[in-house]
């Protein structure tokens, strides 16, 4: 069974840029989540999609960030423009259930913004 | 809302040497609990987690943790460390009470550097 996957792995750009990112989750996995990790810090959760609705965007910076999940399968996270402070690493992560007790994580995407 | 702290940054130990982690959490609901490892360069995995029934759980490269509701902790210990067991781990805890808002939210500790010695 293939996992989470998640492009690119890395990216630079420079403060004020845009920068998109892109999730896979397992196949049949109906919840996709979208954490941020900053160095030194724990995953924090910016976004959880059921199939294509949104479930809780409460933490997710309304103002530069925007993620979707047209098709209830891939999504994208976006940020524009982008901050200093936004360099992390953006976790994707999947269940199969809303209820589901585990949910599988990418490989994440390490984003510097200079 | 729930919170995690993870007592120690960074846990330097030699092979072969016991080793615990320690993580206290705190929320206003009943909560499962969960740890995470991260290698280097490599994503989140699950290393065991704690639903209902015994306190004490175990992953099957010999980690084990057990939940104490009395001290709202769930440290995870390994009787004997591996050089492979060098990485970062995780506490998290999720809201057990299905229809909250909150459900299947994870909420993670700052999270632990584990260094094995030769």
């Known amino acids: 069974e293939a996992g989470v996957a998640q492009s690119p792995r890395y990216k630079i750009i420079e403060k004020r840029q845009s920068v998109a990112f892109w999730c896979n989750p397992i196949?049949?996995?109906?919840?996709l989540y979208w954490y941020q990790q900053i160095l030194g810090q724990g995953p924090k959760l910016l976004i959880q999609?059921?199939?294509?609705?949104?479930?809780?965007d409460s933490q997710l910076p309304k103002d530069r960030f925007s993620a979707e999940r047209l098709k209830g399968v891939d999504s994208t996270l976006k940020i524009q423009p982008a901050k200093l402070e936004d360099s992390a690493v953006y976790l994707c992560?999947?269940?199969?259930?809303?209820?589901?007790?585990?949910?599988?994580f990418g490989p994440g995407t390490r984003l510097t913004v200079l | 809302a729930q919170s995690v702290t993870q007592l120690d940054s960074q846990v330097p130990v030699f092979e072969e040497a016991p080793v615990e982690l320690r993580c206290n959490y705190s929320?206003?609901?009943?909560?499962?609990l969960f740890w995470y490892v991260q290698y280097p360069n490599q994503g989140l995995q699950l290393l065991l987690k704690?639903?209902?029934?015994?306190?004490l759980v175990e992953s099957i490269n010999g980690f084990e943790a057990e939940f104490n509701k009395s001290q709202t902790s769930f440290h995870l210990r390994k009787p004997s460390v591996h050089i492979s067991d060098t990485a970062e781990y995780f506490c998290?805890?999720?809201?057990?009470?299905?229809?909250?808002?909150?459900?299947?939210?994870?909420?993670f500790g700052q999270g632990t550097i584990l260094t094995v010695h030769p």
């Open positions: 929320s206003s609901v009943s909560v499962y």
């Open positions: 196949s049949g996995h109906a919840t």
């Open positions: 704690y639903l209902s029934g015994s306190t």
């Open positions: 992560a999947s269940s199969l259930i809303l209820e589901a007790k585990t949910q599988y």
């Open positions: 999609f059921q199939n294509n609705g949104v479930v809780d």
């Open positions: 998290a805890v999720s809201p057990s009470n299905a229809g909250g808002t909150s459900y299947g939210k994870l909420t």
